[in-house]
Nanobody
């Protein structure tokens, strides 16, 4: 079993920055993908960014150039640096770890961007 613990959400003004962290613990094997998703009220959950264990990253078009995903494999931790935040970025952000056919989710952390 894998547990994911997110931190770093909060309230920020438009144009500001936040850094999310997600620490994974439990039975973690190499070769897994970690990512960040978000869900705004009334919307479907969507991919924000994901990164392989080798460091290859992909981003949603809406966050390219503003958000950066990174990971520390020794700490089994993934980060999301969010810059130039917009009110449209307001959502609950979820961390996800994918390995083979298994997906594990964190409990989510609220990010609110005020205009």
């Amino acid at each position: 079993q894998v547990q994911l613990l997110e931190s770093g959400g909060g309230l920020v003004q438009a144009g500001g920055s936040l850094r999310l962290s997600c620490a994974a613990s439990g039975s973690i094997f190499g070769g897994h993908i970690m990512g960040w998703y978000r869900q705004a009220p009334g919307q479907q959950r969507e991919l924000v960014a994901a990164i392989t264990s080798g460091g290859m990253a992909n981003y949603a078009d809406s966050v390219k150039g503003r958000f950066t995903i990174s990971r520390d494999n020794a700490k089994n931790t993934v980060y999301l640096q969010m810059n130039s935040l917009k009110p449209d970025d307001t959502a609950v952000y979820y961390c996800k770890l994918s390995y083979l056919i298994y997906d594990y989710w964190g409990q989510g952390t609220q990010v609110t961007v005020s205009s």
